[in-house]
């Protein structure tokens, strides 16, 4: 059942089940609510606190205030809200924050802003701004929701991720679509004069490059499209057991090939999603090298059968 907090003059609801250590925060796409994480929540055998919410006027969230509404906004602004939502709603930091599309702009604000409050991260198909200029006609403002929601201005969160320091090291995982995930689901006319195989091959690069960032393991659902966590919520829920647990072990996720081989076996039973072909360095082909391997901390992808789901 959601509640209804106040965060200054307008309400979020937000749903909270669980009650263990760390909290699990989940931050949706645009449009997106508390309700496509169920399968998500499902999955998940972990008994964390698990946290959903609704940004304004979507999920049973109240409107923004007009003069609220009005104003683009960078990612930082919805970070900002949700810091104060979680500080009424009484959920204890550090958390294990769990972003997808435009939810890993929002997630990497509040790291950035309040790296002591995040124990890990786990990012699903991020989206980078920079896609909203590059991928088909600029579309400069996109609209959480017709009336009273926010209007996110990619270029401001553009510019201020170039201002952002360098995450602290922590647990991190991207799970991103399926590397061709453009060409099965796209319409070609939309994002003209952008191909499909062009936005393939950008999308891709910014998958690599949100890897980088903090340093995370790199997962790639095959067969699942840009709502992963909808598409293959028991492997999305795999990766965030396995965050959740290394950081109640104190270690780092994937500072040695034990935390990622943990998360492999899990991935290999039946029924929970099958590694398809390899685990290899990010870029390099699939099928190339073996089935699982990772060097340190360097970005390591796997390409995982997430047709099970």
């Not at 995450?167 to 061709?180: E, G, K, N, Q, R």
Request: proline share 9%; with cysteine.
């Amino acid at each position: 059942m959601a509640e209804l907090v106040d965060v200054g003059g307008y309400r979020l609801a937000i749903s909270v089940s669980g009650a263990d250590s760390p909290p699990v925060v989940c931050v949706s796409g645009l449009t997106g609510d508390a309700g496509e994480w169920s399968g998500v929540r499902a999955a998940l055998r972990s008994q964390a606190m698990f946290i959903a919410y609704g940004r304004p006027a979507l999920g049973g969230s109240d409107p923004l205030p007009a003069t609220l509404a009005a104003v683009p906004r960078p990612a930082s602004w919805a970070a900002e809200q949700l810091h104060v939502l979680l500080a009424r709603a009484g959920v204890p930091a550090p958390r294990v924050l769990v972003g997808h599309s435009i939810g890993g702009l929002i997630v990497e604000a509040h790291l950035a802003r309040r790296p002591g409050d995040v124990a890990g991260v786990v990012l699903n198909d991020p989206t980078d701004p920079r896609a909203n200029f590059e991928i088909g006609k600029p579309v400069p403002i996109c609209a959480d929701a017709n009336d009273g929601g926010i209007r996110f201005c990619f270029g401001s969160c553009r510019d201020e991720r170039d201002e952002y320091p360098t995450p602290p090291t922590m647990p991190a995982v991207v799970v991103s679509a399926a590397v061709d995930s453009w060409q099965r689901t796209a319409d070609a006319a939309v994002i003209a004069p952008c191909t499909l195989a062009e936005a393939d091959e950008l999308w891709q690069g910014y998958q690599r490059d949100w890897t980088a960032r903090p340093r995370a393991l790199h997962v790639s659902a095959d067969h699942a499209g840009h709502c992963v966590h909808e598409d293959a919520p028991t492997l999305v829920a795999f990766v965030i057991g396995g965050v959740v647990r290394a950081v109640r072990e104190g270690r780092m996720f994937g500072s040695t090939s034990r935390p990622w081989n943990r998360l492999a076996a899990a991935l290999r039973r039946p029924g929970e999603g099958r590694p398809r072909r390899s685990a290899r360095p990010t870029g390099a082909p699939i099928g190339k090298l073996p089935r699982f391997a990772i060097t340190g901390r360097t970005p390591v992808t796997a390409a995982v059968d997430c047709r099970t789901d």
